[in-house]
């Protein structure tokens, strides 16, 4: 590349960083800065008087911490369901060749076209019968349901790529074929299927529409939030979100390395 | 004995998730389609009837309608360049990628929030605006008043969101291009532009296809950034369906929005499948 | 004019030097073959010379022209890539004519090309299919024509017809060299198939390890490796090298003396199978029979003479037993000396 273009295009990257990061920037100011930060004028974008209190103001405000608790609650029984369930079935897919394969294979990825998360609603009636209604595994449930066909997917493919011989070599030294998968499979694909676990927890703790329909008391903190945000101050928006973002940066960063990977075998 | 047992093996491995789909997808499907379909247990078209002669219904039609056509592509051609500036980038890519792709960790509810610190009256925009000296203090763009930049905010929101994900699609798609491909277009005479509009997009297709059923179906689903950023003034139809379900206490007209949205992502859907087709034979 | 000069090309990939200094010239119409060992940096050479790889240090120039600035577009130049590289969304005949529209050829001029190239490769019958329904070798024979159509001034060639039978191998190789010293094509041509690189160049380039170790006419390669690795790699079977100690300038052996290119101390003596003439035990060098494996034209004889492992092309039908021991006498005016402890030839003075 020549200079100018050098130059060009190092400005477009970094103008693309900003123009994620800036925003995160503000409404984090915005989360510092409280009651009194939300009004001044013309803003300032330097934290003048950021401090802990505003937040700690969010914390304490009566069903936060609460619908945080629910909010984890939920995103680990989603997290755990659909790897406990999308794990197995994705072994499956990968070692067997069955009658039905093509259809169940089908079927999850119908999934994607389904604007899941509201059909959700009929659940509500089934919910209440079944004491699931308004409780955060109930919402954790819900949510499995976005998060089980891409857990299945990407472990599918995840099993296809250790060689079936691995597998084989092990039986022939005398491993059943449980233990076989336990010291041979298994560790191979923790990290991949580590990387999909957390990509499950990211989907249920954003979540918000069927967390909202599922649930009146004990809400997560997407749907309180939700709830709540005709009648609450700026400020307290501004906690809110940014305490949403705050794992999302974290769980991105931790899944980083493969979420190539998964994205790529999962279109297959 | 063993062979019936390992016969046996997968489909006990996928009893576990079939049967959890079917009574979390499945069965919520039929009964969202009954319910949408009927008035207090009598078969009726009724709840149809009041969705379409509400007052927001024409205007939460029009205007999701409006945000997918306007959202989407922008999200495509973003992601598209980007996806390609991430080839050319040498070292420091790791870094400028997780920067790119943070958004999708962040849910919708919070992208609202995060450009209603910006768009809101005494916000950054304002204030930068205000410093430029191009307004006189406060504005309002969010309100009834201002569709618009109403409009605008929500699509500059969901833009912000919503294009790591296709980013993300791409860039693993384009990773499974041999580089080899460019390079014969190249020593054969190829200009840039050229290798991008005939070789890298059309092999890129496959992952165009999926990037867009995903993105589309989502936003059709499109409803807290709407909702974080304008209240009620932008009726969206996920927001319809809320509100049926939640305020009006009327699942059936909350059905019958659901099923609307079912139909219009299955077309789109199948649109997509169609257009975008690769034919088996041409597939690497 | 396409005359390709090499001027102190050497690539790094991190750590691994992939190729260490190479000076090459390669005059205009002249087919030269880059033979050498899996990983010893040729399709390295290839990529630079094309420009997709920039070399660490040293220059590319090609009919006068410094090409280390020129994007690979305008080096006007084609390739064929070892693993073929056609375009699995085109079939046979946009692949072929892929060149060429880039030149901005009108149709007429593109579909005689085509059915030129893809005559030649006898591909024709395929002009419709894509390529993931085609087999192995008709792929490559896709990215053979493909190159073949532009009709370049300069052709590079990674391995083209690897995956090819046998037969087919020998029918393209003979259509290959008639084509292009007709087109009078500058060639350099990779292969790891050192009867392809005799049958077709002008001149061999052996490479090893990064460097090239000899270049010169295909006989001048065999007849006078200028290393121990040129002779053990080309050749089937490869050279022989049997340590002597020289004494008087000669080596004495039983029943013959020959002159040696020193006065005295250790030397290797390479010389090829067919050059060394069974005769009675008891002349010529001792040599205890291994192995004999009859190969039609010849049987080829494995054995030792003292610690040294020796191959001996004997006439068809001679007879030899393993177990036996027979005296080998070598044709003095085709021997080799090659310094031990460098492993180059010594000139004969
Ligand atoms: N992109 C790369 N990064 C690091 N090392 C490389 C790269 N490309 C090639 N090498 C190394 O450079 C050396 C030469 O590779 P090259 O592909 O040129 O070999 P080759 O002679 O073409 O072998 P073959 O006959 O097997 O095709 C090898 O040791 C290889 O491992
Ligand atoms: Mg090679």
């Excluded at chain 2, 309002?140 to 905010?153: D, I, S």
Aim: glycine share 8%; proline share 6%; hydrophobic share 50%.
């Amino acid at each position: 590349m020549s200079g100018l273009k050098r130059t060009v295009f190092w400005t477009g990257v970094a103008a693309l960083c900003a123009w994620v990061l800036v925003p995160i920037w503000l409404i984090g100011l915005g989360a510092f800065g409280g009651r009194t930060g939300v009004f001044r004028w013309p803003k300032s974008l330097w934290p003048g008087d950021a401090s802990l209190a505003a937040l700690q103001t969010f914390l304490a405000v009566e069903g936060v911490w609460p619908a945080m608790v629910n909010s984890i609650i939920a995103a680990l029984t989603c997290m755990a369901l659909s790897i406990g369930l999308g794990a197995p079935a994705g072994y499956a897919l990968a070692r067997f060749s069955f009658r039905g394969q093509n259809t169940y294979r089908l079927l999850i990825l119908l999934t994607r076209a389904f604007p899941l998360a509201i059909l959700a609603l009929p659940l509500t009636v089934a919910f209440i019968r079944i004491g699931l209604y308004d409780t955060a595994f109930g919402v954790g449930l819900v949510h499995t349901a976005l998060a089980l066909p891409f857990a299945a997917l990407v472990s599918a493919s995840l099993f296809q790529a250790i060689p079936r011989e691995l597998e084989e070599a092990a039986w022939v030294f005398g491993c059943s074929r449980w233990q076989a998968f336990r010291k041979v499979v298994l560790p191979l694909a923790l990290p991949g299927i580590a990387a999909a676990a957390i990509f499950a927890f990211v989907i249920s703790w954003n979540e918000v529409f069927a967390a909202s329909v599922l649930s009146v008391k004990n809400r997560t903190l997407t749907a309180y939030l939700l709830t709540v945000l005709a009648e609450s101050p700026l400020h307290f928006r501004f906690a809110g979100g940014f305490l949403l973002i705050l794992p999302s940066l974290a769980f991105i960063f931790a899944v980083r390395k493969y979420l190539f990977a998964m994205w790529g075998i999962a279109n297959r | 004995m063993k062979r019936t047992q390992s016969r046996a093996l997968p489909y006990l491995l996928l009893a576990p998730s079939l049967v959890f789909l079917t009574a979390i997808f499945l069965l919520p499907l039929v009964q969202t389609i009954a319910l949408s379909f009927s008035e207090s247990g009598v078969a009726s078209l009724g709840n149809y009837r009041r969705m379409v002669s509400d007052l927001n219904f024409g205007l939460a039609l029009r205007n999701t309608f409006l945000l997918v056509l306007v959202v989407v592509p922008i999200q495509l051609a973003l992601a598209l360049g980007m996806s390609v500036m991430i080839e050319k980038i040498g070292r420091g890519r790791d870094l400028v990628l997780w920067v790119w792709t943070i958004p999708l960790g962040v849910s919708d509810l919070a992208a609202g929030l995060v450009w209603l610190a910006i768009l809101q009256d005494r916000g950054y925009l304002n204030s930068a605006l205000y410093g430029l000296g191009l307004i006189e203090g406060p504005t309002a763009w969010l309100t009834y008043e201002t569709p618009g930049t109403l409009f605008l905010g929500v699509v500059l929101a969901e833009i912000w969101r919503a294009t790591a994900i296709v980013l993300v699609i791409l860039v693993a798609g384009l990773q499974l291009i041999p580089k080899e491909y460019r390079e014969a277009a190249e020593v054969f005479g190829a200009r840039p532009w050229t290798i991008f509009r005939r070789i890298t997009l059309p092999l890129l297709k496959p992952s165009i296809q999926t990037a867009l059923i995903l993105r589309t179906v989502l936003a059709f689903e499109v409803f807290a950034v709407v909702y974080a950023i304008g209240g009620t003034n932008f009726p969206v139809l996920v927001g319809e369906a809320y509100t049926w379900q939640n305020a009006n206490q009327n699942t059936g007209v909350a059905a019958a929005y659901a099923m609307l949205i079912v139909v219009i992502s299955l077309a789109a859907t199948a649109i997509y499948l169609r257009v975008l087709r690769v034919p088996a034979e041409q597939q690497p | 004019m396409a005359e390709i000069t090499i001027d102190g090309i050497a690539k790094s990939f991190g750590a691994t030097r992939a190729l260490e200094q190479i000076d090459l010239t390669v005059a205009d119409g002249e087919f030269v073959a880059l033979l050498g060992p899996s990983g010893c940096g040729k399709t390295t050479l290839l990529r630079i010379i094309a420009g997709l790889e920039s070399a660490t240090s040293g220059r590319i120039v090609i009919g006068g022209r410094d090409l280390t600035e020129v994007p690979t577009r305008r080096r006007g130049l084609a390739m064929v890539f070892q693993n073929y590289a056609v375009f699995p969304h085109m079939n046979v005949y946009e692949n072929v004519a892929f060149g060429l529209r880039m030149q901005g050829a009108d149709e007429a001029r593109i579909k005689a090309r085509v059915g030129k190239a893809t005559e030649l490769l006898h591909i024709t019958p395929y002009l419709d299919r894509y390529p993931a329904k085609l087999s192995g070798g008709q792929r490559q024979r896709v990215a053979v024509a493909r190159a073949l159509a532009v009709e370049p001034p300069v052709l590079l060639m990674d391995e083209p017809l690897s995956n090819l039978d046998a037969l087919l191998r020998l029918e393209m190789r003979a259509e290959l060299k008639a084509v292009l010293r007709e087109a009078r094509t500058t060639t350099i041509y990779v292969t790891h198939d050192q009867t392809e690189a005799m049958g077709l160049a002008d001149r061999i380039a052996v490479m090893h390890g990064g460097r090239i170790e000899q270049i010169d006419r295909p006989t001048a390669v065999y007849e006078r490796p200028a290393t121990t690795f040129v002779g053990g790699f080309v050749g089937s079977p490869p050279m022989n090298f049997l340590p002597v100690t020289i004494a008087n300038s000669r080596l004495e052996l039983p029943g013959a003396s020959l002159p040696a290119p020193q006065a005295s101390g250790a030397l290797l003596m390479g010389i090829r199978a067919e050059d060394l003439t069974p005769v009675a035990d008891g002349e010529g060098l001792p040599f205890d029979i291994a192995v004999v494996e009859p190969l039609g034209a010849h049987d080829l004889v494995t054995g030792r003479s003292g610690q040294t492992l020796l191959r001996v092309a004997a006439p068809a039908g001679s007879g030899h037993k393993p177990g036996t021991r027979i005296g080998l006498k070598p044709d003095p005016k085709r021997l080799v000396w090659m310094d031990p402890a460098s492993g180059r030839a010594i000139q004969a003075q």
